[in-house]
């Protein structure tokens, strides 16, 4: 008789700074799927904001912040799975990574603990593809090739925002990384969920065949040191025309330096909150719901990039205030 898998899947969302790991997490959520999920974010920066970017769902989230899930924090991911086990029923367990994360290592926690290796199994490794910046961070970013490379489904996102010349010039790049992987063009990370959960795609064989030493657990993972982040966080109403007006000309000065730019604000006279985000200089916007009883109105901006000059950006935020 064969026997009935008990194990719990793990789907591990993974991708570079703004390709769009939040949007594929909030479709997952909101879909009427019937299955119990419990949800762990790790952000890169010492406040987080996309626990709150992430749709009101019936779902548990955990933020892990102030380190990267592939490194400082990774015995936290251990004891936090080792919690929900003990906890709940679960259908499923989804981490979404910092953009800055090596998938090497987080994939690495599910078969070198023995605990967790028992109790669940890591289903897939799912990469979200920014199709505009890809060739700028293969570039510039070690991370970006070995998210790819890791990935046993690949999301090539935001295809509306490049030529279809380009975007076959993108893919090809992508298959050169990883030729194997299950890859889907897609825009706003619009994709039937069964793509993405339920795969049973991950190949430990595939892995270690460019990876040796993946079941050594030794992680040699050092992240690129000119990338830092900054966060503010204020207990006062914004004036949105300031604040609009403010943000619009720092990404027009700074916006090639900004890889990352998000935030949940407070405006004036308004009672619902507003989510910001950008990647460079492409910026979006729009009020998410009510704020939340009980919950404090505060906002939190967070600039992820290279040569972030801490003090204007913060004098510039706080001269938004009402």
């Not at 430990?204 to 830092?228: Q, W, Y």
């Amino acid at each position: 008789m064969e026997k009935t898998e008990t194990r719990i899947p793990v789907t591990v969302l993974t991708g570079y700074l703004g390709a769009g790991k939040t949007t594929l997490l909030n479709r997952i959520l909101s879909e009427q799927h019937g299955r119990r999920f419990a949800v762990v974010i790790n952000e890169f920066g010492e406040l987080g904001v996309d626990n709150d970017l992430v749709v009101d769902a019936d779902e548990e989230v955990f933020e892990m912040n102030n380190g990267c899930i592939c490194c400082t924090v990774r015995g936290d991911l251990i004891r936090i799975i080792g919690g929900l086990l003990k906890r709940k029923e679960l259908d499923g367990i989804i981490i979404e990574t910092t953009g800055l994360a090596d998938p090497a290592p987080v994939a690495q926690t599910f078969f070198v603990d023995d605990d967790v290796r028992a109790r669940t199994r890591l289903d897939a490794i799912v990469t979200v593809v920014d199709a505009r910046n890809l060739p700028a961070r293969l570039a510039d970013a070690a991370e970006a090739e070995e998210q790819i490379a890791f990935a046993d489904v690949i999301l090539l996102n935001k295809t509306d925002l490049v030529s279809g010349a380009d975007l076959a010039d993108v893919e090809t790049r992508i298959r050169s990384i990883n030729p194997q992987a299950r890859l889907h063009r897609t825009r706003r990370a619009e994709l039937p969920i069964a793509e993405v959960l339920g795969r049973g795609g991950f190949d430990l064989d595939r892995i270690l065949e460019f990876e040796p030493a993946f079941l050594s657990g030794e992680d040699d993972h050092v992240h690129d040191s000119d990338v830092a982040s900054v966060s503010f966080e204020l207990d006062q109403p914004l004036d949105q025309d300031r604040f609009q007006a403010w943000i619009r000309d720092v990404l027009a000065r700074r916006g090639v330096s900004l890889l990352r730019t998000k935030g949940i604000l407070d405006f004036a006279g308004e009672d619902r909150r507003f989510a910001f985000q950008a990647v460079h200089m492409l910026a979006e916007g729009d009020f998410i719901g009510l704020w939340r009883p009980g919950v404090a109105r505060r906002s939190k901006l967070v600039f992820i990039g290279r040569q972030i000059d801490r003090a204007e950006l913060e004098q510039g935020f706080r001269a938004c205030l009402a």
